[in-house]
């Protein structure tokens, strides 16, 4: 399809290595069928996140010489901070190692004990961090995003309806802001309407509550505005981009994502106050604020990745890229979250796996089962990466029960795409042998990244 076609030519090559199906038994029994413990020479296709693994351009490259290494007063933070100034419209901002960084940090100044944290559905660092601070995470997201099959192009909205409600029940002095995510990850990278960011924001205005967007995939949230909003089809994403983030007061950002570089992020803000709060904190945790535990290279990389990532053409194929692979699942009878959202292919384990009960731990086990099946590693998102309540110690049961197939920018071909597909489908012949886990190791927290699994009975998906 024409529209495919990559806007990008390949320059440098990074070798696979193709492994046997007997090696692969071997190193997911090694890695505890955890895909994130799998080391990254057993992996083919590598899905597990777009988070750091993508490629950066020539304009990239070439910028990193341009790193200037000062501890204060850096070139390179100069031309950052340009950047984020000039496409997201944050007047202020400190660099951070990465975006959970930022989380910390904007968690640890405007959070207060017993304080309530409304968003448009939890991510799992970012909820970590609000309850780290003394918050509570309530969901507010529209019911549309817990339905896989639900095919509302905007699944992502706020429900205003329950955000007035959670900030009634608080009390609005102890929201200290409202937390919206562009897009929503855990609910299939779905996106959130202009028209629901105007909304949010004449709410949060009405009870004086600030808005502090996660920013990591806004880029895929204005392509979708731009493709899906009566009155945006003719703007560029540039310009749909500020005009989202014109409804924050600042913005927490994982550069790993949508800037297109390997580690960086940054807090970005208008209010001068939680600026100097936030430098203050920066100076313990993370590093002098012209560098926030950066390299000045890496400040220069995320400058150069901002402008790239708001170009019509790449951010097009980068969501139909993504898109071209849900068509072919769903051609297969695979079951998806529908609509396909912008940084990957959600499988809807509940649907692919009927016979297993969510404490079997169904995504774990088929994201364990596709990495047997053709070294392609995908991640958990359901019971596991959901945790437990603090209070109770019950599992959480999230409605959505999914294996997140995440499409890096700029990294692999539509021939890697078809490789994908095949092995799915072929998966999905084999579904009622794909038996159920159990943990044999469970962290206390972000329990999905270290955990460690075994099957529950004896499989010949697991096996040579
Ligand atoms: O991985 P960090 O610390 O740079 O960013 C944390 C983070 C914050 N918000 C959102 C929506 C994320 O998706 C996110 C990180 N996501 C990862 C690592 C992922 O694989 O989706």
Known sequence: ??????????????????????????????????????????????????????????????????????????????????????????????????????????????????????????????????????????????????????????KGNVDLGELERAIVEAGPEHVPYVSVALTVNMA??????????????????????????????????????????????????????????????????????????????????????????????????????????????DMEAVAVGIQEMVDDDYIRHRVLQVRGLGERLLEAGVPIVQPVGGHGVFLDARRFLPHLDQEELPAQSLAAALYVDAGVRAMERGVVSSGRDAKTGENHHPALELVRLTIPRRVYTESHMDVVAESVSHLFQRRAEIPGLKFVFEPKRLRFFTARFEPLHPSPIFEA
């Not at 200037?68 to 951070?96: H, I, K, L, N, Q």
């Open 1 to 154: 399809m024409a529209g495919l076609a990559e806007p990008y030519k390949i320059k440098s090559v990074e070798p696979l290595r193709m492994t046997t199906r007997a090696e692969r038994v071997q190193a997911i029994r090694q890695a505890g069928y955890n895909t994130f413990l799998l080391r990254s020479k057993d992996v083919y296709i590598d899905l597990l996140t777009d988070s750091g693994t993508n490629a950066m351009s020539q304009g990239q490259w070439s910028a990193l010489m341009l790193g200037d290494e000062a501890y204060s007063g850096s070139e390179s933070f100069f031309r950052f901070e340009a950047a984020v100034r000039e496409v997201y419209g944050m007047p202020f901002v400190v660099p951070t190692h990465q975006g959970r960084g930022a989380e910390h940090i904007l968690s640890q100044i405007l959070i207060h004990q017993g304080d309530v944290v409304p968003g448009n559905m939890y991510f799992t660092t970012t909820r970590e961090h609000q309850e780290l601070a003394g918050g509570r995470f309530v969901d507010v997201i529209v019911k549309e995003a817990h339905d896989a099959q639900n095919l509302d192009p905007f």
């Open 188 to 297: 299939g990278g779905q996106p959130v309407s202009l028209e629901n960011l105007r909304a949010v924001r004449r709410l949060c205005d009405k009870y004086g509550v600030k808005i502090y967007m996660d920013a990591t995939r806004a880029v895929e949230n204005a392509y979708f505005v731009k493709e899906r909003e009566a009155g945006s089809e003719g703007r560029t994403v540039r310009e749909i981009f500020r005009e989202q983030l014109s409804y924050a007061d600042g913005c927490t950002m994982s550069a790993k994502k949508d800037a297109i570089v390997n580690i960086g992020g940054f807090l970005a803000t208008r209010d001068e106050e939680t600026f100097e709060a936030a430098k203050e904190l920066l100076v313990v945790f993370e590093g002098f604020p012209h560098y926030g535990g950066l390299a000045g290279r």
